[in-house]
């Protein structure tokens, strides 16, 4: 697992979102790690449970092709995400808080 003290994920891109099993998979450019731009790839095993906006949900689902990192932490075993999802077409944008717990994480920064 990396540091998070070294990595940024503030305005960094999600690429996608997806579902592998008891998985979920995010995908993500313009990770800061010190002073390179990177990309990511979180996985977070054995999911348990996802709220979005306070209300369980069954999975992420990207609600946009692009979708704005402003907050991302986790632990060992949750994490809480902020992201903006922008709809260029009607110039409009919805910002979605999420909260998952599971078993573990693994961060690879590439």
């Known amino acids: 697992m990396q540091d998070t003290q070294i990595v940024g994920f503030h305005e960094s891109s999600i690429v996608s979102v997806r579902r592998d099993g008891k998985a979920v998979v995010l995908e993500l450019d313009e990770v800061h790690l010190g002073s390179e731009i990177r990309s990511a790839t979180i996985t977070m095993n054995d999911v348990q ?50 909260r998952m717990s599971f078993g573990s994480i693994n961060v690879d920064i590439h």
């Open 49 to 98: 449970s996802i709220a979005r906006d306070g209300v369980g949900v069954e999975d992420v689902l990207a609600e946009s092709e692009d979708g704005e990192v402003l907050t991302l932490q986790y632990t060992e075993h949750s994490m809480h995400l902020i992201v903006e999802w922008p709809d260029f077409v009607n110039h409009q944008a919805q910002t979605r808080s999420y």
